[in-house]
């Protein structure tokens, strides 16, 4: 007998080239845990979508590539019989029948009796809260109500694993953080395991349990969403995971000396250095009371805070975050203090 790993899904050396030659994923390894939000983060072709197909069983991954769900191999299980739930951008409803039909449609393949899968529908529809668009036709519905009913057909055959592809990208911005935190309470009260696909660091950094940066069909990181953000591994996850600014200067005497002005830092001198902050990681004052003076080039007023973009006469730009009450404009001197331990050395 094996000891409980409590890993729902493990993974172990997947990877897939595509019939034409496209090698879309190197092998990986990787487990999601029982109940855990596990979302894949990274730009559009870096084998994202190819994962989590895999996952589903609508791919199977090159030879010696291995998946199990509870410690069971699927590896040559097609969809049908892994149990998983799934979500696309596309809705993938069928267009002509009612919401309760829709969401029935997977017990009816399932062989449900009429009855109780009406009754199961009807209960998942009321779980998302949708229960009043029972009887309309998908077609009359808007955007935000087929991907309710879309994620209520997924739920409502209780799968082992729900897999959501880009499920709210093709919604506006308002309705994509709403539906985003409901999803989010949604699999939390479920603790259903879940796979999450999106290039959307926001929704991946509100979602994921944890987050696994993905480039080139490779992982760069699987980490909480804290550390991907404050510990990124490399530049790369720097960069994609939120605003990350870069001076590149000397340290000498606990000053990091670059050739816009200087920063106090704690840190063992070093010839060549790479400073790297978030935009909140530093305070905007008087041009008198610092040693790294900007010029505000852009102020963009975000309500609660203001993103304001700072060049140096050399042509150094950074990003920085201020209050909303700071009076900013384009052409202002700035002076620039770095905040205590918000910033690494490279
Ligand atoms: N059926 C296929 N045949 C050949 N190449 C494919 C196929 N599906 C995907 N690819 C290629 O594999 C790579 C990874 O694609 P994948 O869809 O997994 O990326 P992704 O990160 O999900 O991107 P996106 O966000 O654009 O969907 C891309 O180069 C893509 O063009």
Do not use: W
Not at 104 to 118: E, I, K, N
Not at 250 to 262: K, L, Q, S, Y
């Amino acid at each position: 007998m094996t000891a409980p790993t409590g890993a729902a899904i493990s993974i172990a050396g997947c990877g897939k080239t595509y019939p034409d030659g496209t090698r879309a994923l190197s092998p990986v390894d990787l487990e999601v845990k029982a109940g855990e939000t596990l979302v894949l983060l990274g730009p559009s072709g870096c084998g994202k979508t190819t994962l989590l197909r895999l996952i589903a069983g609508l791919e199977t991954p090159d030879a010696g590539g291995r998946i199990a769900f509870d410690g069971a191999d699927v590896t040559a299980l097609p969809i049908e019989k892994r149990n998983v739930g799934m979500v696309f951008q596309s809705y993938a409803l069928f267009p002509n029948m009612s919401v309760i039909d829709n969401v029935a449609y997977g017990l009816r393949v399932r062989g449900v009796a009429t009855q109780a899968r009406r009754a199961q529908a009807a209960s998942v529809l009321a779980m998302m809260r949708i229960e009043a668009l029972a009887e309309r036709r998908i077609d009359q519905l808007s955007g935000g109500q087929r991907q309710r009913v879309a994620l209520a057909r997924a739920l409502a055959v209780r799968p082992r694993v729900l897999l959501l592809d880009e499920p709210l990208t093709a919604l506006d911005a308002a309705l994509r953080e709403h539906l985003r935190s409901e999803i989010d309470a949604l699999l939390r009260r479920l603790a259903i395991t879940a796979v999450y696909v999106t290039h959307d660091q926001a929704e991946a950094l509100a979602l994921g349990d944890r987050i696994v940066v993905m480039k080139n069909g490779a992982i760069a990181q699987v980490g909480t969403p804290r550390e991907v953000y404050f510990q990124p591994a490399d530049d790369y996850v720097a960069g994609f995971v939120g605003i990350t600014n870069r001076l590149e200067g000397i340290v000498r005497n606990g000053r990091f000396e670059t050739a816009a002005g200087i920063l106090r830092v704690t840190a063992p001198d070093r010839a060549k250095a790479r400073l790297l902050f978030r935009p909140e990681a530093v305070r905007l004052v008087s041009p008198a009371d610092a040693t790294l003076v900007f010029q505000v080039t852009q102020v963009e007023f975000q309500g609660p805070r203001q993103r304001v973009t700072l060049n140096a006469g050399d042509g150094t730009r950074i990003i920085a975050e201020a209050p909303a009450d700071l009076p900013l404009s384009a052409g202002t001197a700035i002076g620039l203090v770095l905040d205590a331990n918000r910033y690494s050395l490279a």
